[in-house]
C-alpha cells in the first residue's frame, strides 16, 4: 500500500510563492508517476500537474502554466510542487497522488494523500 503525505501548505498575499511536498511510503516509488490536483469548497477535484516515472515528462493545467513547476527525487521519493505568483483562484485543498501514467484524468491515479490548504489572500 502507498501513502502520501502532503505538507507545505499554508497562507500566502497574491503573487507570492510556495512550494508544496510529498512524501511517499514503501519502496516502488519510482514505478509510479505522480501528480497533483487541487479541490476548492463547492467544486470538484481538478487536476494540476503531472510528471513520469522517470522524471522526464511534465504536464500541467493550462491555468497553471508558467507559474507551477512538478518535480520528483525518486531517491528520496518525493515530489514537490512549486508555485510562484500565486492568485486568490489557487486557492484550494492540494493532493499528491500516485498512478502509472501521468495523465490529467482523476479516475488514472489510485493513492491519494490527505491534502495540504493553500490560501491566497488578494
Known amino acids: 500500500q502507498v501513502q502520501p503525505v502532503e505538507s507545505g501548505g499554508g497562507s500566502v498575499q497574491a503573487g507570492g510563492s510556495l512550494r508544496l511536498s510529498c512524501a511517499v511510503s514503501g519502496h516502488t516509488f519510482s514505478s509510479y508517476a505522480m501528480a497533483w490536483f487541487r479541490q476548492a469548497p463547492g467544486k470538484e477535484r481538478e487536476f494540476v500537474a503531472a510528471?513520469?516515472?522517470?522524471?522526464?515528462?511534465?504536464y500541467y493545467t493550462d491555468s497553471v502554466k508558467g507559474r507551477f513547476t512538478i518535480s520528483r527525487d525518486n531517491a528520496k521519493s518525493t515530489v514537490a510542487l512549486q508555485m510562484n505568483s500565486l492568485k486568490p483562484e489557487d486557492t484550494a485543498v492540494y493532493y499528491c497522488?500516485?498512478?502509472?501514467?501521468?495523465?490529467?484524468?482523476?479516475?488514472?491515479?489510485?493513492?491519494w494523500g490527505q491534502g495540504t490548504q493553500v490560501t491566497v489572500s488578494s
Open positions: 510528471i513520469s516515472w522517470s522524471g522526464g515528462g511534465t
Open positions: 497522488t500516485a498512478g502509472l501514467k501521468p495523465v490529467p484524468g482523476i479516475d488514472s491515479y489510485r493513492y
